[in-house]
């Protein structure tokens, strides 16, 4: 069964500092990785999606996320953060071939961004 | 491209009524629309899969004739919320995907239902 774990729930970081969200994975094939954002109230956005290639995918916002299989990790990284990027963030694992889908949600992290 | 729009953004109604919410894909054909619910606090919950003129698929746990789900076209999927109790109360949300293999999944906006 897949499975993804966001181990942090709530995280604090000034603007303009460096931020890091964790994210872990359990999937018994070759695991296709996303990264979504949520504003309160809202849907979704993809912020970046990993299928295979180059390990350090670019997303859009300024973020980043590294594969490392090794580790079975997909963690996002924004250099530096703006206040804007205060939001619900989920990592997401799952397969999406022909009409077939089923993706499976972490938690989220929620993103707190000080002035 | 690639919009999701979902309809009523929130939706308030009395215990033992129905409620009906859209799905629409604005810009591409949707052959497989996924409805999900998100408790407070909590990640999103895969409901069903709808797929274009065939009955949904429900992932376990989901009464089928409480959350009826329609998909007449290749951009509309209805979720209908039938006898809802309070405890039907919570954020839907329905996300499409354009039909090529390793396309994402984009999310409507979501629809808040409390029940009373």
């Known amino acids: 069964a897949q499975s993804v774990t966001q181990p942090d729930i709530h995280i604090t970081v000034s603007e303009g500092a460096s931020l890091e969200l964790r994210c872990n994975y359990s999937?018994?094939?070759?695991?296709?990785l996303f990264w979504y954002v949520q504003s309160p109230g809202q849907g979704l956005q993809l912020l970046l999606k990993y299928f295979s290639g180059d390990t350090l995918v670019q997303g859009i916002k300024g973020f980043e996320a590294e594969f490392k299989r090794s580790q079975s990790s997909f963690n996002l990284r924004k250099p530096s953060v703006h206040w804007s990027d205060a939001a619900e963030y989920f990592c997401?694992?799952?397969?999406?071939?022909?009409?077939?889908?089923?993706?499976?949600f972490g938690t989220g992290t929620r993103l707190q961004v000080t002035l | 491209g690639a919009v999701v729009s979902q309809h009523p953004s929130w939706v308030i109604c009395k215990s033992g009524t129905s409620v009906k919410i859209e799905c629409r894909s604005l810009?591409?054909?949707?052959?497989?629309m996924f409805w999900y619910r998100q408790f407070p606090k909590k990640s999103l919950m895969l409901m069903a899969t709808?797929?274009?003129?065939?009955?949904?698929?429900?992932e376990q746990g989901v009464e089928k004739d409480k959350f009826l789900i329609n998909h007449a076209s290749l951009t509309l999927s209805t979720l209908t919320v039938t006898s809802a109790h309070p405890e039907d109360s919570s954020f839907y949300i329905c996300s499409a995907r354009v039909v090529r293999d390793n396309s994402p999944l984009h999310f409507g906006n979501g629809t808040r239902l409390t029940v009373t």
């Open positions: 999937y018994g094939a070759t695991p296709y």
């Open positions: 997401a694992v799952g397969a999406l071939a022909g009409t077939a889908s089923k993706l499976t």
């Open positions: 810009d591409f054909q949707a052959t497989t």
């Open positions: 709808s797929n274009e003129g065939s009955k949904a698929t429900y």
